[in-house]
């Protein structure tokens, strides 16, 4: 017997992967073949196409649609009305089913409200896509993206606080206290 939740209007197709105490809303679509982590929240209306694997402790707001070649890892927040593309050049009468492109967003990233990310670019760690973004590249980890298309703003700590570095390129977290390292144009926790 499944040990998640979910509202009676939400459609869960047969052959899809729910882990425990993950919570699923009205009107949302879980479709064949879709792999959904342990403690996840997936809100209202939202469509998590097949192939679609969510890690555990994902947050997936209202309105947002996963389609084929979405993978989101552990502790990722997806904001309400965000969308994933999966074609490049879509078409209605060309069928390009065997063209999706995979896009990956990974541990602890963040995707603001209706921020689009076109397919084949990947989020990286603890990044963070500001609200109405256009990801038409890829996000570095730590990154702080906002804009259409997007641009990196700034560096963004594991708490979604804005990291200043210092001359010898450190930067310490206002709410947590970790400590973060610039070095050839890339972040990493100390």
């Not at 979405?70 to 990722?76: A, H, Q, R, S």
Request: aromatic fraction near 8%.
């Amino acid at each position: 017997m499944p040990d998640y939740t979910a509202h009676p209007s939400a459609i869960i197709d047969p052959g899809c992967t729910i882990g425990n105490n993950t919570k699923i809303w009205h009107f949302s679509h879980i479709m064949t073949g879709a792999v959904i982590g342990e403690n996840c929240n997936i809100g209202q209306n939202v469509v998590v196409s097949p192939e679609v694997v969510l890690g555990n402790n994902v947050k997936v707001q209202n309105n947002v649609s996963l389609y084929t070649g979405v993978v989101c890892e552990d502790d990722v927040f997806l904001g309400p009305s965000c969308v994933f593309t999966n074609v490049i050049n879509p078409r209605s009468h060309v069928n390009r089913k065997n063209e999706y492109a995979k896009t990956t967003v990974k541990l602890g990233a963040s995707i603001g409200a209706n921020a689009t990310i076109v397919c084949g670019n990947d989020i990286g760690e603890y990044a963070f896509v500001g609200a109405g973004a256009v990801v038409t590249k890829t996000v570095e980890p730590y990154a702080l993206v906002v804009g259409n298309p997007a641009i990196q703003i700034g560096w963004i700590s594991e708490y979604g606080i804005r990291l200043h570095f210092n001359d010898s390129g450190h930067a310490v977290c206002a709410e947590s206290g970790d400590k973060y390292e610039l070095k050839n144009d890339s972040v990493r926790k100390i």
